[in-house]
């Protein structure tokens, strides 16, 4: 089922195999018929992961970044919708030479063209793919199908492994591994076997469980892997290797291991364990509640990053969700924020929740908490200072209200027109641009660099016509892009606040759990220094 951990078993398999010196690539197969994840809600969807070619996928490939320190680009994203977008255009173009084009193969077929495209491209050793959704289910069918056609086509070549969850039943206080005999008849029911059953489960995997599902499923016992849940997801990778995973795959290829080995990873994994002091950072935005449940996976980019950088610094993340909604209904909750180490406005879109977030950054101003905004938490902090520093009341972004008097962030030129014909789809400024940073800043102080590269994922701007006013109040521009002068990065004087910063690119996307990303890094250490 979704949420399992195919995501980090798959990024899991590929650090294994990069550790034991092999070349990996990875590929997420997305049943939805969306041609990008850039159209999905974030509720619905989790966070849209952009790339640094400025793919917006599935945040798996986040995962994939962070374990393999491989650039995920458009070629590492498959949809239902991208392969059957290609199919009919071929079919129009009669490159079918007047044949039928059926569903079975000319599907699989162009699914496994995707694959051995990525295969050509990154010369990989092993080109790992997740299959997205759940076996049993009809939308993921064909991905299967192209699965069971490539192991026919390439004998020896190709391995397979179910990821399967192994529910402990508060009322039975057992193991059941039903749900997983019943998911491998599905499976085999596509036509594949599992080499693997990577077993996801609360608590370790004792020998008489994978003894049963061995004999219910036709693998072997050593091939049954125990995936306990762990405290930070890259412990994964060390508890699939204590079941010796890696080797187990090499050598069905037929392959050793050419000897490294995980030490860095450990070392890491050891660090991230010993962080034991608490760090309270609020997350203020408004994708967060899906029903009853709280979905932190709209951001987890963002969380991620976060916890790089505070356990770089030796410090446990706490981090408090909180509604921005809550403060428009009800202003005085605006002091839970005093019991806060620093806040952080993540990016959005739309008008709803934003004034409760922008009363969260005049919050965060005047206090001197430090206060970091990713894109539209750079906009927003934009508006603020203009409305309550500035003296252009009800400043606002075009985005928001149309006809504002003060429209201190407007739509970037370039953008008026997707916008006038609904072309909404994959037409943001997206992906990497470079940025350079002013001198005696705190983007300076962080990234210790003039030029740096960060990925983008916006239409609205900081408008240019009111920088020199807000300058003069004490808002300093420390980051522009050279070829466009727009801004990259707003942050206050030093006289005024410790540390507050806003970005408009996005740079979560860029941190990696052994490479915590600078600015996370800066603003972290300002949290401490706040704490203290
Ligand atoms: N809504 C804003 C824009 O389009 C910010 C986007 C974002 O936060 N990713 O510019």
Redesign the pocket.
């Known amino acids: 089922m979704s949420s399992v951990g195919k995501g980090v078993t798959t990024s899991s398999i590929g650090r294994i195999l990069q550790s034991k010196g092999y070349k990996v690539s990875m590929v997420k197969c997305d049943m939805y018929v969306n041609i990008d994840a850039g159209t999905m809600r974030p509720t619905e969807h989790g966070e849209v992961f952009v790339g640094s070619d400025g793919i917006e996928a599935d945040q798996d490939l986040g995962n994939y970044e962070r374990f393999t320190g491989n650039l995920s680009t458009a070629e590492n994203y498959v949809t239902t919708g991208q392969i059957y977008l290609e199919v009919i255009r071929r079919e129009r173009n009669l490159e079918y030479r007047g044949e039928d084009v059926e569903v079975v193969p000319d599907i699989p077929n162009e699914i496994i063209r995707r694959i051995n495209l990525v295969a050509k491209k990154d010369q990989p050793d092993f080109v790992i793919i997740e299959i997205g959704g759940t076996v049993g289910e009809y939308q993921n069918i064909l991905f299967l199908e192209a699965g069971r056609m490539l192991r026919l086509r390439n004998p020896g070549r190709v391995q397979f492994a179910l990821v399967s969850y192994l529910p402990v039943p508060k009322m039975v206080g057992e193991m059941k591994t039903k749900p997983t005999q019943y998911a491998v008849r599905s499976l085999n029911s596509a036509g594949i076997q599992p080499d693997f059953i990577v077993c996801r489960s609360e608590v370790p995997m004792d020998q008489k469980r994978k003894n049963k599902l061995s004999v219910l499923c036709s693998v072997s016992p050593e091939d049954i892997i125990s995936a306990p849940d762990a405290d930070s997801i890259y412990e994964v990778p060390l508890y699939l290797e204590k079941d010796d995973l890696g080797n187990k795959i090499l050598s069905k290829f037929g392959l050793q291991s050419r000897k490294r080995d995980m030490k860095d990873w450990r070392t890491m994994v050891r660090k991230i364990r010993n962080a034991k002091k608490p760090l309270n950072i609020a997350v203020v935005g408004k994708y967060f509640s899906t029903g009853d449940y709280t979905l932190a996976d709209s951001y987890i980019s963002v969380v991620e990053a976060l916890r790089h950088a505070a356990w770089k610094n030796n410090r446990l993340p706490r981090l408090h969700w909180i509604n921005s909604e809550d403060f428009e209904r009800n202003p005085k909750k605006l002091q839970i924020l005093k019991n806060m180490d620093g806040i952080l406005v993540?990016?959005?879109?739309?008008g709803r929740g934003v004034e409760g977030i922008i009363s969260a950054i005049k919050f965060a101003r005047e206090k001197k908490i430090p206060y970091f905004g990713?894109?539209?938490?750079m906009?927003l902090a934009v508006i603020e200072f203009a409305r309550h520093v500035g003296d252009l009341r009800n400043a606002n972004?075009t985005?928001i209200d149309r006809d504002t008097k003060y429209p201190v962030?407007d739509v970037?030129e370039e953008q008026k027109k997707n916008l006038q014909e609904k072309n909404f789809g994959a037409t943001?400024r997206l992906g990497n641009y470079p940025c350079r940073v002013k001198k005696n800043t705190l983007a300076f102080a962080a990234y210790k660099a003039s030029n740096v590269i960060e990925r983008h994922?916006?239409?609205?701007?900081v408008n240019n016509k009111y920088r020199r006013q807000l300058e003069g109040k004490g808002m300093v521009f420390s980051g522009i892009n050279p070829k466009l002068d727009l801004v990259e990065i707003a942050e206050l004087d030093r006289k005024l606040h410790p540390w507050f910063l806003g970005t408009?690119f996005?740079p979560e996307f860029n941190s990696r759990p052994w490479a915590p990303q600078p600015l996370f890094d800066g603003f972290i250490k300002a949290a401490i220094k706040y704490k203290k």
């Open positions: 993540p990016g959005g879109f739309g990713l894109c539209y938490g906009q972004s985005e962030i970037m943001m994922r916006h239409r609205y701007e408009q996005h």
